[in-house]
């Protein structure tokens, strides 16, 4: 079963960049879809971005479409979220997620019951 751990959050001003990193370990890395969510204040878990096993397919949120970005990297056992053009509402916990197998719908991958790994999570807060 894998192990995954968060870093790279932190505080940042509204229009800046931040890069989420979400390390593996004690697993085979590239057998894993993986995904990215967040929790707000007072909010519900909620899916940010997911990227298939090869890196090649990946889904993301509406509300971070166009700003953040996920990527993998297979030989470094590591997947990011590069987060541009943040904004206050993007303040939240970060999560990494591990689901064993192939990517699956983005319907499917939007669940939390889909994944069966998580990191412990990193605090990003953007300032206004």
């Known amino acids: 079963q894998v192990q995954l751990v968060e870093s790279g959050g932190g505080l940042v001003q509204a229009g800046g960049s931040l890069r989420l990193s979400c390390a593996a370990s004690?697993?085979?890395?590239?057998?894993?879809?993986m995904g990215w969510f967040r929790q707000g204040p007072g909010k519900e878990r909620e899916f940010v971005a997911a990227?298939?096993?090869?890196?090649?397919?990946?889904y993301h949120a509406d509300s971070v479409k166009g700003r953040f970005t996920i990527s993998r990297d297979n030989g470094k056992a590591t997947v990011y979220l590069e987060m541009n053009n943040v904004k206050p509402e993007d303040t939240s916990i970060y999560y990494c997620?591990?689901?064993?197998?192939?990517?699956?719908?983005?319907?499917?991958?939007?669940?939390?019951?889909?994944?069966?790994?998580w990191g412990q999570g990193t605090q990003v807060t953007v300032s206004s």
């Open positions: 990227v298939g096993r090869t890196g090649v397919t990946k």
């Open positions: 997620a591990a689901k064993w197998g192939p990517l699956r719908d983005i319907g499917t991958m939007k669940k939390i019951q889909t994944y069966g790994t």
């Open positions: 004690g697993g085979t890395f590239s057998m894993y879809a």
